[in-house]
């Protein structure tokens, strides 16, 4: 069973970058389609961030884009999701999920890590 | 790129039959049969329920179904049960090779 898991800093200040890992476990991240990042701000909705693959393209948000990097680690068996000046409206839980069995679907997800920005 | 519409909140007594909307573009909805249905518990990670418009993955009850015409797709929760009281969302690929997510739509079990 493929299980999806982030991990990174739960607090960061304004102006600071946003990193968060996602490991992957049970399969290998070389075996599916695309690895993407997904928010959700307290409350409210989903808000797709990127993705990418594992030959290394990637996809963003337009409206995140000039602030995203989306990497890949196919040795350690995870990707990354790096933000710049983050401001409070960055504030939400993050989350991994991944287009393991199918294409342009999320088959698979990690719990969800909350971030907040406070300075 | 602007969310899909979704209806705020959709309610139901247990037994009954709900739909719920999710209105696109020409850009996602209307040109890709790529739409998907997540259901979220509080406090849970998303779960996929249905994908290409009307499929189900193995392991999800037949009480969920889903439809697309035009823009708008659908999906449809019959039997209406205590468990899926949750949040929906609908997502489309769209033809700036993103992906976008609708509003949101919680649902209500009477």
């Known amino acids: 069973q493929v299980q999806l898991q982030e991990s990174g800093p739960g607090l960061l200040k304004p102006s600071g970058t946003l990193s968060l890992t996602c490991a992957v476990s049970?399969?290998?991240?070389?075996?599916?389609?695309?690895w993407s990042w997904v928010r959700q701000p307290p409350g409210k909705g989903l808000e797709w961030i990127g993705e990418?693959?594992?030959?290394?393209?990637?996809n963003f948000n337009p409206s995140l884009k000039s602030r995203v990097t989306i990497s890949i680690d196919k040795s350690n068996n995870q990707f990354s999701l790096k933000l710049t000046s983050v401001t409070a409206a960055d504030t939400a839980i993050y989350y991994c999920?991944?287009?393991?069995?199918?294409?342009?679907?999320?088959?698979?997800w990690g719990q969800g890590t909350l971030v907040t920005v406070s300075s | 790129q602007s969310v899909l519409t979704q209806p705020a909140s959709v309610s139901g007594s247990p037994g009954q039959s709900i739909t719920i909307s999710c209105t696109g573009t020409s850009s996602d909805i209307g040109t890709y049969n790529y739409v998907s249905w997540y259901q979220q518990h509080p406090g849970k990670a998303p779960k996929l329920i249905m994908y290409d418009v009307s499929n189900r993955p193995s392991g999800v009850s037949n009480r969920f179904s889903a439809s697309k015409s035009g823009n708008t797709a659908s999906l449809t929760i019959s039997g209406l049960q205590a468990e899926d009281e949750a949040n929906y969302y609908c997502s489309s690929y769209t033809t700036s090779t993103t992906y976008v997510f609708g509003s949101g739509t919680e649902v209500t079990v009477l």
């Open positions: 999920a991944g287009q393991y069995n199918k294409a342009y679907l999320w088959d698979y």
């Open positions: 990418i693959h594992e030959s290394g393209s990637s």
């Open positions: 049970g399969g290998s991240i070389s075996s599916t389609n695309w």
